[in-house]
């Protein structure tokens, strides 16, 4: 039996992460779909990188010790060839950015610091210190060395990185499949004309693309109508998912169904109400292993009790080092006032400001107001009160859309 109280938003984080489980690996190509992604096991070089001494621009590989400035050039190696013979005493060689150097060489001097001394003939303008403009061999890495932990989040970097060694395939913690299940006699797909009383299904579009930013795979089932016989079947195919996420139906109206059928399908409810503000009736049960997450049907609700609640778990079920949620402190540009009977979290624009965070609430005019989300960057975290700021008074603020 639930309590009737609602839980903070910080109890029902944390029965939330204590209910999420990391994914078990599998291998997956080295493709652009690893990004985002987390690698399940150590990687270690197979070779020294650079695997040869290289020049680091177009110029002359000389030997610091020869006591001349003029040096007879007796080779030109481009990028991509090998050296034909060492190089002697008095003597150079022309190469360019990233050639291998020749044995003996130990220092590169630009082209622009050397002149022409006759035929095949060049005098240093300065005389160059051993290892300038030189990467000397396994510099960057050294095989066997240890160069991306398990854990590493895969970014377009650690993609490179993973290409220079070989790897054309590895080991990541496995995306989560997240089943989007809307409910409600209301709704109508996009493509379609709403009739009398009906709107369009805007909820699942956007918890697809939430889900889809965090990394994760979304399932879309369809719409549920507020019937147990339509809404079974779905929610039975959605617990096949690792995630189902239900926007609707979860308040306590005569057609709020979620709960009682989640029950009755063996779902264990662990909270049905949480003090915030949109999205006080949401909902969070496990299903053996997989977790249920019953969203109010407002657009912004579902889109504040995704954030506050789903992508921590998707974070940790995609086995990243820190789920939680990650709250900035900025200073108000205006004055601002709202009253609020619960912790409310309210649309804003969050920006830079010579170093300094600063912030400014949107015009809202509830849960229902979608469009104002698109003016938003952050959510302005406030106490239940009334709230009345000034400029540069501080507040916290919670990135949705960081701007950086």
Request: hydrophobic share 45%; charged share 20%.
């Amino acid at each position: 039996m639930l309590r009737d109280e609602p839980h903070s938003v910080e109890s029902a984080l944390a029965k939330v992460l204590s209910q999420a489980r990391r994914l078990p690996p599998q291998v997956a190509s080295l493709t652009s779909a690893l990004l985002g992604l987390v690698l399940a096991e150590d990687v270690y070089a197979d070779r020294d990188s650079p695997p040869f001494a290289k020049s680091l621009v177009d110029g002359f590989a000389v030997r610091c010790q020869d006591d001349t400035s003029e040096r007879r050039v007796v080779m030109e190696i481009m990028a991509g060839a090998t050296p034909s013979q060492p190089l002697a005493i008095g003597e150079a060689a022309r190469v360019t950015t990233g050639a291998m150097l020749p044995a003996g060489a130990d220092a590169v001097v630009m082209q622009e610091q050397v002149e022409p001394a006759g035929a095949d003939r060049i005098r240093l303008l300065r005389q160059p210190r051993a290892g300038e403009n030189v990467l000397p061999q396994g510099a960057e890495m050294r095989r066997g060395e240890l160069i991306l932990s398990a854990g590493t989040v895969i970014r377009p970097a650690e993609i490179g990185v993973l290409a220079s060694v070989g790897k054309t395939a590895v080991p990541v913690y496995r995306q989560p499949v997240v089943a989007i299940l809307p409910t409600g006699d209301e709704l109508v797909e996009p493509g379609m004309t709403p009739g009398p009383g009906q709107i369009r299904n805007s909820n699942a579009a956007m918890l697809a693309a939430l889900v889809a930013r965090n990394h994760a795979l979304p399932r879309y089932l369809g719409i549920a109508r507020d019937t147990l016989d339509s809404l079974r079947p779905l929610v039975r195919e959605g617990l096949k998912c690792d995630v189902l996420v239900l926007s609707g139906g979860v308040s306590v109206g005569p057609l709020d169904l979620v709960p009682q059928l989640l029950q009755e399908e063996g779902v264990q409810l662990l909270f049905h109400k949480v003090s915030l503000k949109p999205g006080k009736p949401l909902l969070f049960g496990v299903y053996n292993d997989k977790l249920v997450f019953g969203l109010p049907g407002n657009p912004v609700s579902s889109f504040v009790g995704f954030e506050l609640f789903v992508r921590p778990a998707l974070r940790v079920m995609l086995g990243k080092s820190e789920p939680h949620l990650v709250y900035l402190q900025a200073t108000f540009a205006a004055e601002f006032y709202y009253r609020t009977d619960r912790p409310t979290y309210h649309p804003a624009k969050l920006w830079l400001d010579e170093g300094a965070w600063r912030v400014q609430a949107v015009p809202w005019l509830g849960s229902a107001d979608l469009r104002a989300l698109t003016r938003a960057n952050a959510l302005l975290r406030l106490p239940a009160g009334e709230n009345r700021f000034v400029p540069g008074q501080a507040v916290q603020v919670l990135a949705i859309d960081p701007p950086w």
